[in-house]
C-alpha cells in the first residue's frame, strides 16, 4: 500500500470505534486540578501562572460586562495550545488539524459576538459596518464590502487554524521522508535536509502557539466590539 | 488480607481470575478504578515537593506508544521502497 501523505489526517479509528473524543480528551488530562492547598506542586504552579497570564492579556482592554467571557475565552486558549502542542510529538493525532472542529468552535463563538452585539447595542454594532470618513459615494459599496468581511470571520477563524496546522504537519512529513530518502544515496544532502527539518521543527512548536493565541485574540476582538 | 481488598500490584499472577471476579466491573466501578490509578500515579510522581520534567514525561511518552498502537495497523501496511 503506497504511502499517501494525507493518511496521518485521517481521525484514529480502532476496531471500528472512532477514538476522536479520546484524543480530544486527552490534553485536559494533562492539566491537574489545584487542590486546598496554599502551596502546590511546580506543575500546578506553572499552569496558575499560565493562566492568570492568559487572563490578564485577554481581559485588560475589555470593559467590565466582557469580563464574563474569561472563563470560555482562558479555557478555549488553553484547550487549542495543548491540542496544538500534543500534535507534534511522534504518532499523535491532532483534532484541529480538522476542519469540522475548528467550524465548530469558530461559527458559535462568532456568532455569540454578533447576536451579543445586535442585541444589547444594535445601531453601534451596525455603525460597524460603515467605517468613519468614507467619501458619500463609496458609501453604498462599502457597507456591503464590510459586511461581507463580517460575514467571512467564522470560516477565516476556522480555515486559518485547520490551515497553519495542516500544512505544518505536511511539511514535516515531506521533510522527514526526503532526509530518510536521500540518506543511502546522498548523505550530505541528508544533513542540510536534518537541519532544515529541526529549524522547521522550532517553527512549527511557534506556530502551534501562536495560531491558538490568535483565534482567541481574534474572537476577543469581535467581542469587544459588540459588547 | 482477602483478595478483594488487595491491590493489582500485590495479586499474585496465579490469583489474577479471582482477583478479577472479586472487583467492580460496572462503568461506575470501572471509572473508579481509572481515577485511583490516575491519582496514586499523580501523587507518586507529579504532586512532589521537587518535581521535574520527568513525572509529565512519561504521561506523554505513554501517550506516544498509545497512539503508536492505534495505528499500528495502518503503518504496518506501508512499505518503505513504495513511498520514496
Not at chain 1, 6 to 19: E, N, R, V, Y
Not at chain 1, 95 to 119: C, E
Not at chain 1, 147 to 168: D, H, K, Q
Not at chain 1, 177 to 196: E, F, K, N, R, W
Request: glycine share 6%; net charge positive; with cysteine.
Amino acid at each position: 500500500m503506497n504511502l499517501s501523505f494525507f493518511d496521518q489526517f485521517t481521525s484514529p479509528c480502532l476496531l471500528g470505534i472512532p477514538l476522536i473524543l479520546l484524543s480530544m480528551l486527552f490534553p485536559p488530562l494533562l492539566l491537574p486540578t489545584p487542590g486546598n492547598r496554599w502551596i502546590t506542586n511546580r506543575l500546578s504552579t506553572l499552569q496558575l501562572w499560565f493562566f492568570h497570564l492568559i487572563t490578564k492579556q485577554l481581559m485588560i482592554p475589555m470593559n467590565k460586562t466582557g469580563h464574563k467571557w474569561a472563563l470560555m475565552l482562558t479555557s478555549l486558549m488553553v484547550l487549542l495550545i495543548t491540542i496544538n502542542l500534543l500534535g507534534l510529538l511522534p504518532y499523535t493525532f491532532t483534532p484541529t488539524t480538522q476542519l469540522s472542529m475548528n467550524m465548530a468552535l469558530a461559527f458559535p463563538l462568532w456568532l455569540a459576538t454578533l447576536l451579543t452585539g445586535l442585541r444589547h447595542q444594535p445601531s453601534i454594532s451596525l455603525g460597524h459596518l460603515l467605517p468613519e470618513g468614507t467619501p458619500t459615494l463609496l458609501i453604498p459599496a462599502l457597507i456591503l464590502i464590510e459586511t461581507t468581511s463580517l460575514l467571512i470571520r467564522p470560516l477565516a477563524l476556522g480555515v486559518r487554524l485547520t490551515a497553519n496546522l495542516t500544512a505544518g504537519h505536511l511539511l514535516i512529513q515531506l521533510i522527514s521522508t526526503a532526509t530518510t530518502a536521500l540518506l543511502p544515496i546522498m548523505p550530505a544532502v541528508s544533513i542540510l535536509t536534518t537541519s532544515i527539518l529541526l529549524l522547521l521543527t522550532i517553527l512549527e512548536v511557534a506556530v502551534a502557539m501562536i495560531q491558538a493565541y490568535v483565534f482567541v485574540l481574534l474572537l476577543s476582538l469581535y467581542l469587544q466590539e459588540n459588547i | 488480607g482477602p483478595l478483594s481488598e488487595r491491590r493489582l500490584m500485590d495479586v499474585r499472577l496465579g490469583e489474577l481470575p479471582a482477583w478479577l471476579a472479586t472487583c467492580d466491573l460496572s462503568p461506575q466501578g470501572l471509572l473508579g478504578g481509572v481515577q485511583k490509578a490516575w491519582s496514586s500515579y499523580y501523587d507518586k510522581y507529579i504532586n512532589v515537593k521537587r518535581g521535574g520534567p520527568a513525572g509529565i514525561s512519561m504521561l506523554l511518552a505513554g501517550y506516544c506508544l498509545l497512539s503508536y498502537g492505534w495505528n499500528y495497523q495502518h503503518i504496518s501496511k506501508i512499505s518503505f521502497l513504495a513511498s520514496v
